[in-house]
């Protein structure tokens, strides 16, 4: 025990404890795994939790509006407004409903039964005649996106039908400018494409900050930590041997969301798949500091889980932009979102996976990223103290 | 170059012929509570280890146990005066001692969901421990902790008794010369306990290991070469357990009692009794304390005979706790008004447990128990952690289904009226359910409330609460400010709020000071004699004299059944002395394990 003297107290090496220092951080990355594929809970967050996430966002949650109720208010059958229920019918967004009167609708839509309803007035096709033809569309206004979207699907399907019976629509008036819209990078303008990239944030949140946080507290409450650190070992171990273990699950986590993304649900992932490792293997380093910080702050499971939740879990999925758009949020939000890690990482999965390796967004996101890992770790680092106060 | 170190730094200030390897010189150590609040856990503690011996640290909770040994391990620093341990001072160099010294937490740190071959390998690998070494010591640890059929099983599913050597294994596996142990036996069976000391004993003897073990048990205190007797962060005594004892020197006494008097009513009037600093039940006598300081009237006595006797140490501990609490017998007696249950005079059987089976999966928590308590009895249920005790209580109380068997409380089955059995029945969960950020007077009303007593009989309740546990002075505390023994009291004035015929106690005394421990069981003792039957689970088997009739668990099973008096006769005492319920505890389990093993064979 000849080489122990009081400078390497503070666990600056001199000589060589470097191989048994590795064979340590071996043995608590070892303990970790078993640990995780042992407990239930464990396996639970860290494998069950994402794939039902993805499951869940992937088939059951979409912000598409697909076979809407409409009400078809037809007073009057004449073959010319048949023409236009047929669009509405063979149309993929509505599911239409023909009924007689006006009255009828009105009661479907208090009742939710439908959507909108579309009414053709008795005398249309004698207006029609005429040169002009109002049609009423009245949309169920209670969800404003959706209503939205179904106003404008309503009056696509009636301009389709105005087309082709050679009328003019009047608002798409003169035949100077026409206006070619097109859709980039969502060609499909399917909700899943960013929804399910979008998801990753919150599976490598759930890991890396969720499960972290939930761990340590559990060695602090069963007093294993205790008698961890009355042994050799140094606090930098213990902390690479939390790290290194759930940073390995948060890669599989997206490994396998990866997977699920590109297999079950195509989406397209335009950027290159190691752009997209990096950026999120910085992310969850990010996780990995907060759940490691709370930890240190608190040694009950129940606190560091609520902590968890409320500091990384919910702000990812409001405040990320991975369902809500940041750009429409009030200014004081939008500036508030600026310090959420996971809004940088939101922007990087969405670019990476639709629009490709875009440098000049990727740069500035990821250099923010690993700023805030590299400030969080070595706050945890200076924190972690093999002491109980 | 540890020595060299020790001599370098404290050499100085020690010329004893024995180098301490433990050495505390006026500690102190405040704890923030709360916000502001600041409380002392130890006020100007020195004391050492010396190389070589165990020494012991008893004192109820709260007296600052667990804060020294972690103060000697590094994990916590000292306010003022300094702990050095082989000489480096803990505060500066805690790396070095903590790579040295062998500590086992409360709870023995073991990894649940690990077996017990990846915990050894674990802390194997943490301390660098060659292959050679391990191939030399593991198989010494094995056959000394017996653990060896087990390598392959989960930490978690070990008995209590198997976690402490697994715990103290692991520990042991660097080969440290100094051993720290915090509460290696709490709730383990009393066989494990056994074990444990003759392991330490061993060691202390064949490789100079120094141990500090703190404990709750005074029986192990007076295994220990020296003993440190602390409470309420204050060093009251240290020295052999023999000086400890002295301190009850001529003041202890045996008393046995006519026949006209039942040996539960005559401890109860020497508790009560100034003069008197303890009295215990030991067999079918009663042990008592005199102070020397105040004389004791012999009237009391009535025509008991009594004799003096060499003082245990638990005898000298009291001595020494009554004289720091500032109080000789502190024990107020109770007056006037008991329960008003009505006392018959054949007791009729109001517990009946019949074929009681409890299954957890494949696991047989509790299997076919059967007994009977009668009206007034005291009724003790003990064994060692997971014996079942808990699982029988919680069926009883009607908060978990039985998976077969009958059970009859208050003359009401309870598969099928459970509220109404329920109305005649108080429940003192372990650890006490109270609501900690309320005050006395509000956990009073709620329970109350909850029981559905209205206007006067509530008030009346009420009063009858604070005036027979003194909790007046408390009343607008908030319960979990209270201290121990307070929050014990008013646990069981809320449980007695609706008048019960049955209490059930599960656990009442673990963690209490001896004081209200003493407090306690005579309360128990006024209310059985006002005809409530109290069934109580405990741990601490020097308890069960207390019990009317009790019954010992081990893994689910009742291995026997009898007055206290009947239990001892099983027990083969060492010789001169009578045999304790510990003492017929190992015997009785012994006795099971070899039947079992015949059986297997």
């Not at chain 1, 998801?199 to 761990?215: E, K, P, R, S, Y």
């Not at chain 1, 959420?340 to 490709?356: C, I, K, S």
């Amino acid at each position: 025990m000849g080489f122990v003297s009081p400078q390497d107290a503070q666990g600056k090496k001199r000589k060589s404890p470097g191989a048994a220092s590795l064979r340590r951080v071996g043995a608590l990355i070892r303990k970790e795994m078993l640990q995780v594929v042992r407990d239930p809970s464990s396996l639970a967050l860290a494998v069950v939790l994402p794939l039902l996430l993805i499951l869940l966002f992937g088939y059951g949650l979409s912000l598409d509006v697909k076979d809407a109720p409409v009400a078809l208010v037809l007073e009057e059958v004449s073959p010319g407004m048949t023409e236009l229920v047929g669009g509405f019918m063979l149309s993929p967004y509505f599911k239409s409903t023909v009924t007689p009167s006006m009255k009828e609708a009105e009661d479907l839509m208090k009742a939710r039964k439908v959507d909108a309803i579309v009414r053709l007035r008795d005398n249309t096709s004698r207006e029609l005649a005429s040169g002009r033809a109002p049609v009423q569309i009245i949309v169920h206004g209670v969800d404003a996106n959706r209503a939205r979207i179904i106003q404008g699907y309503a009056q696509g399907t009636v301009a389709l039908w105005a087309a082709k019976r050679g009328l003019r629509m009047p608002d798409s008036s003169g035949g100077l400018v026409r206006l070619q819209s097109r859709m980039w990078f969502n060609e499909a303008v399917d909700s899943r494409y960013f929804l399910v990239p979008g998801l990753l944030v919150l599976i490598m949140t759930l890991i890396g900050a969720l499960l972290t946080a939930l761990v340590i507290a559990r060695e602090w409450e069963r007093g294993t930590l205790e008698a961890l650190l009355v042994t050799p070992v140094q606090s930098g171990e213990i902390l690479l041997g939390k790290v290194v273990p759930y940073f390995l699950l948060g890669m599989g986590g997206l490994m396998l969301s990866v997977f699920a993304a590109r297999a079950l649900f195509h989406v397209p992932l335009r950027g290159s798949f190691l752009v997209l490792a990096g950026v999120s293997a910085l992310y969850l380093l990010v996780a990995l500091g907060i759940g490691l910080l709370i930890s240190s702050a608190t040694r009950n499971q129940f606190v560091a889980s609520q902590l968890a939740l409320m500091i990384t879990f919910m702000p990812a999925f409001i405040l990320s932009g991975f369902i809500f758009d940041i750009a429409s949020m009030p200014l004081p939000v939008q500036i508030m979102t600026r310090i959420l890690p996971a809004r940088y990482y939101v922007t990087l999965l969405q670019t990476v996976f639709l629009a490709g390796n875009v440098w000049s967004v990727i740069l500035p996101n990821a250099s923010v990223l690993a700023g805030m890992a590299v400030l969080l770790l070595t706050l945890t680092r200076r924190k972690t103290r093999k002491r109980l106060e | 170059m540890a020595t060299e170190a020790a001599s370098q730094t404290s050499g100085m200030e020690y010329h004893h012929s024995t180098e301490p390897v433990i050495l505390y010189e006026g500690v102190t150590k405040h704890f923030t509570r709360g916000k502001r609040e600041i409380f002392t856990a130890l006020e100007g503690i020195s004391f050492r280890v010396e190389k070589g011996s165990v020494t012991g640290m008893v004192g109820p909770d709260g007296a600052g146990k667990t804060t020294l040994i972690r103060l000697a391990c590094g994990l916590l620093f000292a306010d003022e005066g300094s702990v050095r341990v082989r000489g480096w001072n803990v505060s500066d160099h805690p790396q070095q001692v903590q790579s040295r010294v062998g500590y086992m937490p409360q709870k023995f740190g073991l990894y649940e969901d690990l077996t017990v071959q990846e915990n050894l390998d674990l802390y194997g690998d943490l301390h660098g421990i060659t292959g050679e070494q391990l191939a030399e010591r593991t198989p010494a640890l094995m056959q000394m902790t017996g653990l060896g059929r087990f390598m392959d099983r989960l930490a978690g599913r070990l008995s209590g008794g198997m976690k402490q050597k697994l715990g103290l294994a692991c520990t042991l596996l660097s080969s440290p010369d100094v051993l720290l142990l915090d509460e290696p036996t709490v709730g383990v069976d009393p066989l494990s306990r056994r074990d444990l000391w003759e392991i330490i004993h061993q060691l202390v003897a064949d490789q100079g290991l120094s141990v500090l073990v703190s404990t709750s048990y005074l029986d192990e205190a007076e295994r220990c070469h020296r003993v440190a007797v602390l409470h309420h962060g204050r060093l009251l005594g240290e020295g052999p357990p023999s000086r400890v004892s002295e301190a009850a020197a001529g003041g202890s006494w045996l008393a046995e009692p006519p026949a006209s008097l039942k040996l539960r009513q005559l401890q109860s009037r020497l508790i009560t009794s100034p003069g008197i600093v303890d009295a215990t039940l030991e067999g079918k006598r009663v042990r008592f304390v005199a102070s020397d300081h105040t004389p004791w009237e012999s009237g009391i006595l009535e025509n008991a005979t009594c004799h003096e006797t060499s003082p245990r140490f638990e005898d000298g501990f009291m001595v020494l706790l009554r004289r720091a609490a500032g109080t000789g017998a502190s024990i107020p007696a109770a007056d006037g008004e008991k329960t008003p249950t009505v006392v018959e005079s054949s007791p009729e059987v109001v517990v009946e447990v019949r074929d009681l089976v409890r299954q957890f999966g494949t696991f047989y928590a509790v299997k076919n128990v059967n007994f009977q308590v009668r009206r007034g009895e005291i009724f003790g249920l003990l064994g060692p952690n997971g014996a079942g005790k808990s699982t029988t209580f919680r069926m009883l109380c009607g908060l978990l289904p039985a998976s077969s068997g009958t059970l009859r409380v208050a003359g009401v089955d309870l598969r099928h009226a459970r509220a109404s059995a329920r109305q005649r029945m108080g429940y003192v969960a372990q650890k006490f359910s109270l609501y900690g950020q309320q005050t006395v007077m509000e956990n009073l009303e709620f329970f109350a409330g909850a029981y559905g007593l209205r206007r006067e009989r509530k008030n009346r309740r009420i009063q009858w609460a604070l005036d027979q546990f003194e909790l007046q002075k408390h009343v607008n505390l908030p319960s979990g400010e209270l201290p121990g023994g307070y929050k014990q009291r008013l646990a069981m004035a809320c449980a007695l709020m609706h008048e019960p015929e049955i209490l059930f106690l599960d656990e009442p005394t673990s963690g209490v000071d001896p004081i209200a421990r003493r407090e306690f069981w005579y309360r128990i003792n006024g209310l059985a004699d006002g005809g409530v039957t109290v069934i109580v689970t405990t741990h601490f088997m020097e308890e069960a004299e207390y019990c009317d009739r009790m019954v010992i668990m081990l893994d689910g099973e009742i291995l026997a059944e009898g007055a206290p008096s009947e239990i001892r006769q099983l027990g083969h005492g060492p010789e001169g002395r009578e045999p304790t319920i510990e003492d017929a505890f190992i015997a009785i389990v012994e006795d099971f394990q070899a039947a079992k093993a015949r059986e297997a064979a």
